[in-house]
């Protein structure tokens, strides 16, 4: 009697704190965080990288709101008309392109003709790799599959397909990261010209730590005996052109898009041929087809991080684009060697 007692006041108190926490997240969405604000350079980022790289060459003279809350992964995420206008609003929208927001389309015409706002494709400028060109590299290759297998049967589906042929994952290598700092920092200038000085010094100081960051990757990858990696969704396709590594991927371009059973028998049977130690997971992904495969094939799972997106943990704890291309880094190192 007194246990279940305890049990009962304990639930409780967990609903009692559920409340409050989604009272919390409501009150989280007005905050003058995501509006937009005076004398200052508004900029609205479409997820987690833009918005470091944005807050780094903005400094003081800018403020940057991202779209994406932290635990979401961006290739499923949807905006709502409050955002959209409030993007309206700003002087500067920063996106990936390339296919990473499927969104996009309908979101760009959702501005509407009287907005001042300068919309940028951050990637533009990075020689993207189709999936023609990874399927060399590719075991596994949702896209080629070509056609109607749209089970979901949505309205989008003319963006998907354009998604399914262009890999958007740029940011995943230092050096295209630098290509991208570059072409934020120009739009800064083009909307803001008074405070071209700070924008380039700043950075300046973001593309140093960049560069020492691809020369770490550089190094440290080039001494690896290893070079094939399996990994979740396809989303290291640029890391692995930049710094001489081969991707196998569980799951295709998205997340969304999943395996056949041959295409996992296929995989574990590479990995038990290549000697392959570790299979790769991330944290906004499940994880579930991983540890099958992991289990099947007898080996151990480590993380790599697509860094498309912070969870609440990673930025309590503070981490960024560097800290979680550091540790990128390491379990590589360390899955390779
Ligand atoms: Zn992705």
């Known amino acids: 009697m007194v246990s279940y007692m305890k049990i009962k006041t304990g ?38 990288p833009l918005y470091e790289f944005a807050k780094e060459i903005g400094g003081e003279d800018a403020h940057v709101i991202n779209l994406l809350p932290a635990g979401v992964e961006p290739h499923d995420w949807t905006p709502r008309s409050q955002e ?22 309908s979101f760009l015409n959702g501005l509407g003709s009287d907005s ?14 189709t999936s023609e060109e990874e399927e060399e590299h590719q075991h596994q290759h949702g ?21 399914g042929h262009i890999d958007p994952h740029t940011w995943v290598s230092p050096k295209s990261a630098m290509i991208m700092a570059e072409n934020i920092k120009n739009s800064y200038v083009e909307v803001d010209p008074a405070h071209r000085e700070q924008y380039e010094a700043r950075y300046e100081q973001l593309h140093a730590r960049l560069q020492e960051l691809d020369s770490k990757f550089t190094n440290e990858l080039s001494k690896t005996s290893r070079k094939e990696i399996v990994v979740s969704h396809q989303s290291f396709g640029y890391l ?17 898009a999943e395996p056949k059973a041959q295409d996992l028998i296929n ?47 990673q930025e309590q704890a503070g981490d ?10 390491q379990n590589l190192v360390l899955a390779l060697q």
């Open 143 to 163: 896209a080629e599959n070509e056609g109607h297998h749209d089970e979901d049967g949505h309205e989008h589906g003319e963006t998907d397909h354009d998604h």
């Open 116 to 129: 001042q706002v300068k919309t940028v494709e951050v990637s533009q400028g990075i020689s993207l790799i």
């Open 11 to 48: 639930w409780k108190g967990i609903v009692l704190l559920l409340a409050v926490l989604l009272l919390l997240a409501g009150c989280g969405n007005s905050t003058n965080e995501s509006k937009v604000v005076e004398g200052k350079v508004n900029v609205v980022t479409s997820f987690y």
């Open 267 to 313: 995989l574990s049977k590479l990995v038990k041929e290549q000697g392959i130690q570790y299979i790769f997971f991330e944290e906004l992904v499940s994880d579930k087809l991983v540890n099958t495969l992991a289990s099947e094939a007898g080996v151990k799972t480590l993380v790599l991080n697509p860094v498309e997106g912070l969870t609440k943990q």
């Open 84 to 105: 959209i206008l409030n993007t309206s609003k700003a002087q500067l929208f920063l996106y990936n392109g390339a296919g990473l927001e499927g969104w996009m389309d």
């Open 320 to 329: 960024n684009y560097f800290t979680l291309m550091e540790k990128n880094l």
């Open 240 to 256: 692995c052109r930049d710094y001489g590594l081969t991707q196998h991927s569980i799951m295709g371009l998205t997340p969304e």
